[in-house]
Nanobody
Framework: QVQLVESGGGLVQPGGSLRLSCAAS????????MGWFRQAPGKEREFVGG????????YYGDSVKGRFTISRDNARNTIYLQMSSLKPEDTADYYC??????????????????WGQGTQVTVSS
């Protein structure tokens, strides 16, 4: 059974930093490109960024480019989302997702094969 479990969410002040983790099990992790998505209350789900199966390349949504960094550790079956210079508009539930690497990269939620349950991030003073 495939599981993606996000952790690291919480309350942070504007301008602060936070690192999210997503631990995968039940799959061959290196066979998957990975992505992060978020959804704020009352808003549509948004692509945050993605990373190739071997970590060789990353790509980001415009709203987080330059502030967020995605990395992965295939030995630990884990990806990370390092968030810096956080803004109140970054407040959302954050989700990781896995997509078979032979399918290529995608910024669309429905293109992924597996999804986590999410972790909440609140940016507020």
């Amino acid at each position: 059974q495939v599981q993606l479990v996000e952790s690291g969410g919480g309350l942070v002040q504007p301008g602060g930093s936070l690192r999210l983790s997503c631990a995968a099990s039940g799959l061959t992790f290196s066979n998957y490109n990975m992505g992060w998505f978020r959804q704020a209350p009352g808003k549509e789900r948004e692509f945050v960024g993605g990373i190739r199966w071997n970590g060789a390349s990353t790509y980001y949504g415009d709203s987080v480019k330059g502030r967020f960094t995605i990395s992965r550790d295939n030995a630990r079956n884990t990806i990370y989302l390092q968030m810096s210079s956080l803004k109140p508009e970054d407040t959302a539930d954050y989700y990781c997702a896995a997509r078979l690497r032979f399918l290529g990269s995608s910024s669309l939620w429905e293109d992924y094969n597996y999804w986590g349950q999410g972790t909440q991030v609140t940016v507020s003073s």
